[in-house]
Structure formats: C-alpha cells, structure tokens
C-alpha cells in the first residue's frame, strides 16, 4: 500500500468552502476511502487548517462587489434587471460560504475520521525529535518542526514495519528538501533519506 503523509494545506484543500477545494487533493482522500492509499495528517494541523479556512475564505468581497453593482446600475452600465441577478448571485455565495464556514468543525472531522486517514498525535517520540531538530542546521518554524518530527518518526516506523512506498506531499516550502533554485538542502534530504520518506510538491505525487 502507498502511504502519505500531508500537512495543513491538504486540509484547507479539502474542507475550504466547496468552490476553493482543489480537486488533486479531494482525488486523494478518495483514494484513501476506497483502500488504495493511507494518509497520516499530524493532529496539530487540524488547528491550523481551520484558523487558515476562518481566515482565509471569509465571504468579504461580496460586499465590495455589491457597490460596484449599485454603482454601475446608478451609472446605467448595468441594467436594474442584470444589477437584481448579480446581487442574488452574490447573497446566494455568502450565504452558502457562511453556511460551510459554520460547520468547519464538522468538516474537519470527517475528514480526519474517514476510512483510511489516521491523525497522529505528538507523542513522546515526536516531541523528542522536535526538540533534536532544534540542533540541526534547518530554519523552520516551531509547527513545522512538529510537522516535520511526525513524518521522520512514523515514516520510519513504517519503513521498520516493511513498507516501502511511504511519501509526504505537501506545498509548504519549508519543509521541501529543495530551495527556490531546486537545489538540495543537504540536512534535510538525508532527514528524509534516512527515514526513508519521499517528498513530493503537489497533491498528484508527480512532481518534482
């Protein structure tokens, strides 16, 4: 089985309001329901996939855009008739966001809940693994230490176990093993060499 850790931005792939997810992300979940893959999600970006979302997809350009409709109707580039159906369409959009945003929570635990996705929590041994990551010549965030410790600790657990296809897709530069320039970050890819983990740039595992 091919095994795949992702980190917050999958999350906000999957459970933003449902115009804004991306469909590569929501092919991979699928493929975990029906048994072909296993997704490993670190607990603590459950959090920061919904302060993201909350953030992120809040509904606040229909506003503006209701001026503009007011505007053009007043300044006859719109007729009344296309103005009434613009603003609709736009109550409709923040309406059916505010909705979803509403029910994040619920989302996010479907998601993490569903058939062959398991969250993994901080452990003792990932904690240990964070603080030693302190000492390595990386810049990285606290969190994406966190992040960073899950994946090395139950990637080689998984390697230990017999697995071979174990990956992590993700879109956070930080923790790519390359730079701007494509070239290697030297401590970091032997971090991932040595626990055995390949690390991909997109939600497909294609590239780079």
Same mark, same amino acid.
């Given at each position: 089985?091919?095994?795949?850790?992702?980190?917050?931005?999958?999350?906000?792939?999957?459970?933003?309001?449902?115009?804004?997810?991306?469909?590569?992300?929501?092919? &991979?979940?699928?493929?975990?329901?029906?048994?072909?893959?296993?997704?490993?999600?670190?607990?603590?970006?459950?959090?920061?996939?919904?302060?993201?979302?909350?953030? #992120?997809?809040?509904?606040?350009?229909?506003?503006?855009?209701?001026?503009?409709?007011?505007?053009?109707?007043?300044?006859? &580039?719109?007729?009344?008739?296309?103005?009434?159906?613009?603003?609709?369409?736009?109550?409709?959009?923040?309406?059916?966001?505010?909705?979803?945003?509403?029910?994040?929570?619920?989302?996010?635990?479907?998601?993490?809940?569903?058939?062959?996705?398991?969250?993994?929590?901080?452990?003792?041994?990932?904690?240990?693994?964070?603080?030693? &990551?302190?000492?390595?010549?990386?810049? &990285?965030?606290?969190?994406?230490?966190?992040?960073?410790?899950?994946?090395?600790?139950?990637?080689?657990?998984?390697?230990?176990?017999?697995?071979?296809?174990?990956?992590?897709?993700?879109?956070?530069?930080?923790?790519?093993?390359?730079?701007?320039?494509?070239?290697?970050?030297?401590?970091?890819? #032997?971090?991932?060499?040595?626990?055995?983990?390949?690390?991909?740039?997109?939600?497909?595992?294609?590239?780079?």
């Amino acid at each position: 089985m091919r095994h795949i850790f992702v980190e917050t931005n999958w999350l906000v792939a999957v459970a933003a309001p449902a115009h804004d997810r991306i469909p590569a992300a929501l092919e &991979l979940l699928d493929s975990a329901r029906d048994g072909h893959v296993r997704i490993y999600i670190p607990a603590c970006c459950i959090g920061e996939a919904r302060k993201t979302i909350r953030q #992120k997809f809040q509904p606040r350009e229909s506003d503006r855009l209701r001026k503009f409709v007011r505007w053009a109707v007043e300044e006859k &580039l719109l007729d009344r008739e296309i103005g009434e159906s613009a603003r609709t369409m736009l109550s409709s959009f923040q309406e059916r966001v505010a909705s979803q945003l509403a029910g994040l929570n619920e989302t996010l635990r479907h998601v993490t809940s569903a058939v062959g996705v398991e969250v993994v929590p901080l452990d003792d041994a990932v904690l240990d693994m964070s603080v030693e &990551l302190h000492f390595k010549e990386i810049e &990285l965030s606290e969190f994406d230490r966190s992040v960073l410790a899950v994946v090395l600790i139950k990637g080689k657990s998984l390697r230990g176990r017999g697995e071979a296809d174990v990956n992590f897709c993700q879109l956070d530069s930080g923790l790519r093993p390359w730079d701007k320039r494509n070239q290697p970050r030297a401590e970091l890819t #032997k971090l991932y060499d040595d626990a055995g983990v390949r690390v991909y740039s997109d939600f497909t595992l294609q590239g780079p």
